[in-house]
Each structure stands twice: as C-alpha cells, then as structure tokens.
C-alpha cells in the first residue's frame, strides 16, 4: 500500500477558539495517538486534497515539527454544508503489528450476465481488511468471469493469502441485475415464442 506524506505543526491551543482560529488559518485541527501520549497539531486543508478527495487507500507519514510518525486515517468530520474537513483523526500503526483498514475493489474479467443484457452494480467500493503494513495490497481483485444475471460475487466467496477480510461474508461485493430492457427483450422473445407454438398447432 502506498504512503502520502503530510506535513503538520504542532497546535500550541486546544478547545472551540482554537479550533475556530486554526480553520481561519486555512488549516484543519488534527490529532494523532495510538502509541502514547496523544499528539495535537493541524495540517492545511489543501493537503489532504490527494489523500481524501480519491478512491484509493493510503497510510500517513506524518511529518510534525521533525517528528515522523506512520498512521492511517481514523476519522474525518466534515462542514455540513461546505464539505470541508474540520477535524482529523490519524492511528499510529507500526510495521509489527496488524492494523484494520479499508482496501478499494477492483472489478476484473467478463461477466456472462452482462453479455446478456445484465447491468453491473459495485455494491462495496471498499473492503475492510487486517493485516501486517507489509502484505496490505493497493487493491482487492474481484473476479465477475462466472458472474450471471441475479446472481452477486460475496465477500465470503474471496479468499486472500495474509489477509483477514472483516466484512460479513454473506455481504455482496458486486451484482449482476437485471435491466428493464433486458425484462423486455425476454419478453418479446417469449412472446414470439408463444405466437411459434401457436402457429405450428393450426
């Protein structure tokens, strides 16, 4: 998995003023812990632009005044109306130990049901996963090669070598629906059908 790089500075003030005045700043409030003592600081808010506004999964180095620090993000709030972060939470992970996180899916192969007028919906874009930083892939393949019409790939039908899926394995990951001009197609064509038989009786 690959690793952004964002640079903070250590908050002197802690509480709403605080806060108040470091988003003023064009910066966002931040803390990381997990490994002792708690540590506040704030980071621009334009920085987070490549680790947040994407589909992929990333972990943090966290460069604070010269002390660095590998994290993943734990918990981002956000305006309600303006959708800026106003507050970020990071973990300090370390290589020895096995951390929870979310992987993205990718989708790949030819789905039968597709071919057939089916329509492919991507129910979990992302998949928690546990497992040492080092065996943490960018992605998580999911295979649709026998994939019909009605039918879903499930979490519990993935099997991953030094990974621990965390999702319920009767959880759909991807489906295979079926689509109104697919209901139509059939029926027109067992309409004609019908008319075949009725013509072959007379």
Do not use: W
């Not at 589909?55 to 981002?76: C, F, R, S």
């Amino acid at each position: 998995m690959k690793v952004i790089a964002l640079k903070g500075a250590l908050r002197s003030g802690l509480g709403k003023s605080a806060n108040k005045q470091i988003r003023k700043e064009g910066k966002v409030p931040c803390v990381v812990y997990g490994k002792g003592e708690n540590i506040h600081f704030s980071v621009y808010q334009a920085d987070f632009k490549n680790l947040v506004y994407t589909p992929n999964t990333y972990l943090v180095q966290l460069n604070i005044d010269g002390a660095v620090k590998l994290a993943k993000v734990q918990e981002l709030q956000y305006h309600p109306t303006s959708e800026d972060i106003v507050h970020a939470d990071f973990y300090e992970v370390s290589a020895d130990s096995p951390i929870s996180i979310p992987v993205p899916v990718k989708v790949v192969g030819n789905s039968p049901g597709v071919r057939a007028g089916g329509k492919l919906q991507l129910k979990i874009k992302k998949l928690n996963v546990l497992a040492l930083i080092a065996d943490l892939p960018e992605y998580i393949e999911v295979n649709i090669d026998n994939l019909q019409i009605g039918k879903s790939v499930k979490v519990g039908e993935i099997s991953l070598d030094k990974l621990q899926l965390l999702d319920s394995e009767n959880n759909s990951i991807v489906s295979c629906i079926v689509t109104r001009a697919a209901k139509s197609a059939a029926g027109a064509a067992a309409d004609t059908d019908d008319e075949e038989e009725e013509e072959a009786a007379e």
